[in-house]
């Protein structure tokens, strides 16, 4: 669990209660060095009584904090000068300025480099509105100036909860690309986040957290090669002869029958790049899937293994579930250029 | 050195500092106004001699400081804890101790800032109580040729230096009233509910009551058997603490006033 050896921040066992409410109850993490770690979980998860945790302003019941490499706990406090954060809603002195806020921030904690502030402001585009009051800022402003605020101290690990928060399109854009250079140049970024979208475009790796325990780990292609699955849709009266099939190929308890209302379709645990197995094994035997959807969605992945589901529009009584997402994939789209935070 | 600074900077440009100010100064004010106009109007001689004192020098310098200290002790309350229950309220707190700032380090230089403007607010008020009274005697026809009595002006810097010490155990009654409970309004109203309880229990516990923070800030600069204008903002004639043990008493509220913020802030679990 050192930075020598690529962690820049591991937890193990971390417990945290608050009355009788059970926060954290043995969360293991290990995020690696020069990676975006998407941290999600549902409301409620742990995800900011972690954050809390690893920037001391809580204290954990049990269990060990190594933050890049080494020790962190009570009385370590100058562990942080190495690590930058913005946790929850930014804070701010609504009567100063963006530059004089920056500059209150930078007088506590780890110094901040000679013309750092400047540099930010440019960063965010916040430069021309740096001289007014941060009262009249937006949300999304007081965003990037949390974010400028985080990064004060050039910092080798940087904990962002729900970053995207008010930030318009070309602020995401901004601060998505700012984070991948961050990650680039070697630092690490541990972003919390319930959007979903989100941190599968900004994430190298994932952990997800329910109920205080981390559930899944890992890249995201693994988590949903792990967690994959493939729909096929048979003629009905052929499910009997297509299930064994595909069992031969996905193996033993893989695959289950979908007793949905239409019928015919089985659902197979497996890699959906090995789809085109499955659909040659049945052709050889004679049966012509009539569909074949494939994958788990990050999204499918975080509700079920969070056993989050959907507390809107689905009604009552076992009304229909909302039609499963598809997301739109262009593998010819460009990275934008720019990393400007434009409004 | 460098958060000390910076939090000297925030202050100046809180407004909480300079309405805070104007207010004492405006209720200074009003209570000269109030006390010329009713001294010019007054039948009674005797009533007349006593309100006259307010504006006779030398009497006058430590009468002003009473006064400020009066109204001013319940102004540093609300101002010490209007500063510390913003650091809860606002996240900067939060935001100084995730950056690795040292929890007690950054309560006691907020303070440190906090106390020291509530010391000028003080020297500030004084002259401005000074010339009140100075224009008052003049109104009134008493003469000004105590003003530059010797003996006076070299008790003065004492007397202030009390009123310093006094002042600055307000503030930090609010700050850790305001620390307890991490919310401006919360600890402000707490504060000014410790300041009268205490003004209405004098009347009918003095000998306890007179070690209370506010009876004993009224002592440090009050002569024995004066007029104190200590705690319920009124002049009540109260048993007075000798003015030196009164120093004591109200060094020892500021040390335990400091004690309770810094491990509060210690202690604490920060979120919001």
């Known amino acids: ?70 020790p962190f706990g009570r009385g370590d406090r100058r562990r942080l000068f190495e690590v930058g954060s913005l946790i929850e809603a930014p804070s701010f002195y609504p009567f100063l300025s963006g530059r004089e806020n920056l500059r209150a921030l930078a007088a506590a904690g780890a110094p901040a480099p000679r013309g750092r502030i400047d540099e930010l402001l440019t960063l965010v585009n916040l430069r021309d509105r740096a001289g007014d009051k941060v009262s009249g800022y937006s949300l999304g402003m007081k965003q990037r100036l949390g974010i400028a605020g985080a990064l004060l101290s050039d910092p080798k690990l940087l904990l962002l909860d729900e970053p995207a928060n008010g930030l318009d399109p070309a602020g995401i854009v901004g601060m998505r690309d700012t984070l991948r250079a961050l990650a680039a140049s070697g630092k690490t970024v541990f972003v919390s986040s319930h959007i979903l979208s989100e941190v599968q475009q900004l994430a190298d790796v994932v952990g997800i957290i329910a109920r205080g325990r981390l559930v899944r780990e890992g890249t995201i292609d693994q988590l949903l090669r792990e967690e994959g699955a493939v729909r096929i849709r048979v003629a009905p009266d052929e499910v009997a002869v ?12 893989a695959v289950e029958l979908d007793d949905g209302p239409e019928g015919g379709w089985l659902t197979v645990r497996i890699d959906p790049h090995r789809s085109s197995e499955l659909n040659r094994a049945l052709a050889e035997s004679g049966v012509f899937a009539a569909r074949i959807e494939g994958g788990a969605t990050l999204e499918s992945l975080f509700l079920g293994v969070t056993g989050s589901r959907p507390d809107v529009g689905t009604g009552t009584g076992g009304g229909e579930a909302p039609p499963p997402v598809v997301w739109a994939t262009d593998p010819g789209r460009k990275q934008p250029e720019t990393t400007g935070w434009s409004s | ?19 805070t100010f104007l207010l004492l100064v405006a209720l200074l004010l009003l209570i000269f106004v109030a006390i010329v106009a009713s001294t010019a109007q007054e039948s009674d001689p005797e009533v007349a001699l006593a309100a006259r004192l307010v504006v006779t020098f030398p009497e006058a310098y430590p009468v002003v400081l009473s006064l400020i200290l009066g109204i001013g002790g319940l102004l540093a309350l609300c101002y010490g804890g209007a500063i510390a229950g913003s650091e809860w309220q606002w996240g900067t707190l939060k935001a100084a101790v995730a950056r690795g700032e040292g929890r007690s380090r950054y309560t006691l230089l907020t303070y440190a800032g906090v106390a020291l403007f509530a010391i ?15 224009v008052g ?16 002006l070299g008790r003065l810097p004492e007397q202030v230096g009390r009123a310093a010490l006094a002042v600055s155990m307000n503030t930090a009654l609010g ?5 307890i409970a991490r919310s401006q309004l919360a600890g402000i109203g707490v504060g000014i509910g410790v300041y009268f309880a205490e003004g209405i229990a004098s009347i009918f516990l003095p000998s306890v009551i007179q070690w209370f923070p506010f009876s004993a800030a009224g002592a440090v600069v009050a002569q024995g058997g004066d007029v104190s204008f200590g705690g319920g903002g009124e002049a009540v004639a109260t048993t007075v603490l000798d003015p030196n043990v009164a120093v004591v008493v109200v060094l020892a509220w500021l040390v335990a006033a400091l004690g309770v913020s810094a491990v509060m802030t210690e202690r604490a679990e920060i979120g919001g």
């Open chain 1, 242 to 253: 297509a299930a064994p099939i595909l069992a031969r190929v996905a193996g033993e308890g």
């Open chain 2, 120 to 134: 000028l607010g003080l020297l500030a008020a004084f002259a401005v109580g000074v010339a009140c009274a100075a």
């Open chain 1, 1 to 70: 669990m050192t930075d020598a050896t690529g962690v820049a921040l591991a937890t193990q066992g971390l417990a945290k209660r608050y009355g009788p409410r059970i926060a954290l109850d043995g969360l293991d993490l290990r995020v690696p060095t020069g990676v975006v770690y998407g941290f999600l979980g549902p409301n409620g998860a742990g995800k900011t009584t972690t954050m809390r945790i690893l920037t001391g302003l809580v204290h954990a019941d049990a269990g060990r904090v190594e933050l890049l490499g080494r």
């Open chain 2, 175 to 179: 700050y850790a009233i305001a620390t």
């Open chain 2, 1 to 19: 050195m460098r958060l000390l600074r910076s939090n000297l900077r925030k202050l100046v440009r809180r407004p909480a500092t300079w309405v």
């Open chain 2, 137 to 152: 005697a003049t109104i009134l026809d008493v003469p000004l040729d105590g003003m530059g009595d010797g003996r006076a």
